[in-house]
């Protein structure tokens, strides 16, 4: 199962690259695939283990997630700039 | 006739306004005089009549008038500097209320009305701009619904365009972060009302578009009077929307009264807090559609699983006379478990609240088919993938077998193929 590790870890990887919509996305091609029946065993292992992964990774996602505030800034010259800005 | 007054009157810098019938006056002087007593007695008026003639002077800006009615009529002029000040479109056959002074144009000799400032009769100034640049915008198909773009369903970058005073802010941020706070929100602060007002929420709109790659953009303030508002019935506005290639929010105050951003908007928000709650969707609702497509993975190895223990019964079927009873009945017992808690597992799912679910992840990570392998089952992998069959792989043929904690390299030695519930020996090596 050592290949199988591999994948898994590029997996991982990749859904933290994904936006929460995309993962989503994802997620719901695999309930899809898996629903089908018609992958075998060997594959729909990695899908529900990659299905797991993406289910936990939304839900932390949403759970531990910040409001992230931002202000526009006018420069000289007329471009404007964002600087941060602290969520009371 | 008395020449010393003829004198006196030509050389008076300021004309007398009582002149003796003897005078004999330039044309010049006769105007001045009149024009003098005019302006004196009549500072200000204010005239109610209609429109006609109406002409606006390219490029001065100046516009000319006559103002009528019934039984009389006058010349009006509007300097341009008072004209910018009218808010709605003047046009023949209005029903007005000129506010100016009264004078003559010397050149022509003419009596006119020098207008100030202009309402309308029946009815608000605004309101009448408002109807009038209603009207324009929708003729221009600014209202269009194929125009209309719809908004994202997760927006990770939100625009909003709004004064960084007021209650408005403050609402958004807040529904916001009680909302979906896996966003962030890029507040463009603006003057929402006054002077420039417009100006300012237009070009911060253009910017947005130019610069930032925001997903969607809220414009709005709070409630207010219709002149408070003004600034979200202008044209510059209502253009900016319009031409903004990211979906626009049109959240302004009061709940009744629709602004032209409004109408232009893609969506139209009745008030900011408004906006706030259908820009984002609810983390809360989100959450358990994930949890559902959970439910679909595990509903669906669960049917796995009990495909699997159907071939597994076969299999302890076939080889009960080989095989201690115990055996058989430990693995018939590990697959009803397995299925058991399968079905516990997702029970608690649709019961359980979200918190709880990283739990819930890890049992049923544990039960996942490889979970099986773990307990002692394996797979056959042969050149062509995984071995299903025997047909699939002949004598001799190299294979893996997997097992939970590593692979085994293999070679066929022998085949025994089930045909019609005895097993037949094929070639034995």
Same mark, same amino acid.
């Given at each position: 199962?050592?290949?199988?590790?591999?994948?898994?870890?590029?997996?991982? %990887?990749? %859904?933290?690259?994904?936006?929460?919509?995309?993962?989503?996305?994802?997620?719901?091609?695999?309930?899809?695939?898996?629903?089908?029946?018609?992958?075998?065993?060997?594959?729909?292992?990695k899908l529900y283990e990659e299905g797991m992964a993406l289910a936990k990774s939304c839900m932390t996602r949403l759970n531990e997630a910040?409001?992230?505030?931002?202000?526009?800034? %006018?420069?000289?010259?007329?471009?404007?700039?964002?600087?941060?800005?602290?969520?009371? | 006739?008395?020449?010393?007054?003829?004198?006196?009157?030509?050389?008076?810098?300021?004309?007398?306004?009582?002149?003796?019938?003897?005078?004999? !006056?330039?044309?010049?002087?006769?105007?001045?005089?009149? $024009?003098?007593?005019?302006?004196?007695?009549?500072?200000?008026?204010?005239?109610?009549?209609?429109?006609?003639?109406?002409?606006?002077?390219?490029?001065?800006?100046?516009?000319?008038?006559?103002?009528?009615?019934?039984?009389?009529?006058?010349?009006?002029?509007?300097?341009?500097?008072?004209?910018?000040?009218?808010?709605?479109?003047?046009?023949?056959?209005? $029903?007005?209320?000129?506010?100016?002074?009264?004078?003559?144009?010397?050149?022509?000799?003419?009596?006119?009305?020098?207008?100030?400032?202009? !309402?309308?009769?029946?009815?608000?100034?605004?309101?009448?701009?408002?109807?009038? +640049?209603?009207?324009?915008? *929708?003729?221009?198909? #600014?209202?269009?619904?194929?125009?209309?773009?719809? +908004?994202?369903?997760?927006? *990770?970058?939100?625009?909003?365009?709004?004064?960084?005073?007021?209650?408005? @802010?403050?609402?958004?941020?807040?529904?916001?972060?009680?909302?979906?706070?896996?966003?962030?929100?890029?507040?463009?602060?603006?003057? =929402?009302?006054?002077?420039?007002?417009?100006?300012?929420?237009?070009?911060?709109?253009? /910017?947005? /578009?130019?610069?930032? /790659?925001?997903?969607?953009?809220?414009?709005?303030?709070?409630?207010?009077?219709?002149?408070?508002?003004?600034?979200? /019935?202008?044209?510059?506005?209502?253009?900016?929307?319009?031409?903004?290639?990211?979906?626009?929010?049109?959240?302004?105050?009061?709940? =009744?009264?629709?602004?032209?951003?409004?109408?232009?908007?893609?969506?139209?928000?009745?008030?900011?807090?408004?906006?706030?709650?259908?820009?984002?969707?609810?983390?809360?609702?989100?959450?358990?559609?994930?949890?559902?497509?959970?439910?679909?993975?595990?509903?669906?190895?669960?049917?796995? !699983?009990?495909?699997?223990?159907?071939?597994?019964? $076969?299999?302890?079927?076939?080889?009960? #006379?080989?095989?201690?009873?115990? +055996?058989?009945?430990?693995?018939?017992?590990?697959?009803?478990?397995?299925?058991?808690?399968?079905?516990?597992?997702? *029970?608690?799912?649709?019961?359980?609240?979200?918190?709880?679910?990283?739990?819930? @992840?890890?049992? !049923?990570?544990?039960?996942?088919?490889?979970? =099986?392998?773990?307990?002692?089952?394996?797979?056959?992998?042969g050149s062509r993938g995984v071995i299903g069959s025997v047909k699939k792989i002949e004598v001799g043929e190299n294979a893996k077998i997997? +097992?939970?904690?590593?692979?085994?390299?293999?070679?066929?030695?022998?085949?025994?193929?089930?045909?019609?519930?005895?097993?037949?020996?094929?070639? *034995?090596?």
């Amino acid at each position: 199962m050592s290949k199988s590790k591999v994948q898994l870890a590029g997996n991982e %990887k990749a %859904k933290d690259d994904l936006s929460f919509e995309q993962a989503l996305k994802r997620l719901e091609e695999i309930v899809e695939t898996l629903e089908a029946g018609n992958s075998p065993l060997e594959e729909s292992v990695k899908l529900y283990e990659e299905g797991m992964a993406l289910a936990k990774s939304c839900m932390t996602r949403l759970n531990e997630a910040k409001l992230k505030l931002k202000k526009i800034q %006018k420069k000289s010259g007329g471009d404007i700039e964002e600087i941060d800005l602290e969520v009371q | 006739m008395s020449y010393e007054l003829f004198e006196n009157i030509r050389g008076a810098e300021e004309p007398q306004s009582s002149v003796s019938e003897e005078r004999i !006056l330039k044309v010049k002087d006769l105007l001045r005089l009149s $024009k003098s007593v005019l302006e004196r007695n009549f500072p200000e008026v204010i005239v109610e009549g209609e429109i006609s003639n109406f002409k606006k002077h390219v490029p001065s800006g100046h516009l000319y008038f006559t103002l009528k009615d019934d039984e009389a009529q006058v010349r009006v002029v509007m300097w341009r500097s008072d004209a910018a000040q009218v808010r709605f479109d003047l046009g023949d056959g209005m $029903k007005i209320l000129v506010k100016g002074k009264i004078s003559i144009y010397e050149p022509r000799g003419d009596f006119q009305l020098y207008a100030l400032s202009i !309402l309308p009769v029946g009815q608000g100034a605004l309101q009448l701009a408002f109807d009038q +640049l209603k009207k324009k915008l *929708e003729d221009e198909g #600014l209202f269009s619904e194929d125009h209309k773009k719809p +908004l994202p369903e997760f927006p *990770e970058r939100i625009g909003v365009v709004t004064s960084l005073e007021g209650a408005a @802010i403050r609402d958004i941020i807040s529904i916001i972060n009680r909302r979906f706070p896996l966003v962030e929100l890029v507040i463009y602060p603006v003057k =929402v009302q006054g002077d420039g007002a417009a100006e300012e929420i237009a070009e911060a709109i253009v /910017n947005l /578009n130019r610069v930032s /790659n925001t997903d969607v953009i809220i414009v709005g303030r709070g409630g207010g009077s219709l002149e408070d508002l003004w600034a979200f /019935n202008e044209e510059v506005v209502a253009r900016a929307i319009y031409d903004s290639r990211i979906p626009v929010i049109s959240a302004v105050g009061h709940q =009744v009264d629709f602004t032209i951003a409004d109408f232009v908007a893609d969506v139209r928000a009745a008030t900011p807090s408004a906006a706030a709650e259908l820009v984002v969707p609810d983390k809360f609702k989100v959450l358990y559609s994930v949890q559902s497509l959970l439910r679909g993975i595990t509903k669906s190895v669960e049917q796995r !699983l009990h495909e699997l223990s159907l071939e597994l019964d $076969k299999l302890t079927h076939h080889y009960a #006379l080989r095989q201690p009873a115990s +055996l058989v009945d430990q693995r018939s017992q590990f697959v009803d478990d397995l299925t058991r808690r399968m079905q516990a597992e997702t *029970e608690h799912f649709i019961k359980g609240r979200y918190e709880k679910l990283a739990s819930v @992840i890890s049992h !049923l990570t544990a039960l996942s088919p490889q979970a =099986v392998l773990k307990r002692g089952y394996a797979f056959v992998e042969g050149s062509r993938g995984v071995i299903g069959s025997v047909k699939k792989i002949e004598v001799g043929e190299n294979a893996k077998i997997h +097992l939970h904690d590593g692979t085994l390299d293999s070679q066929i030695t022998g085949k025994y193929e089930q045909v019609e519930g005895s097993a037949r020996r094929e070639r *034995e090596g």
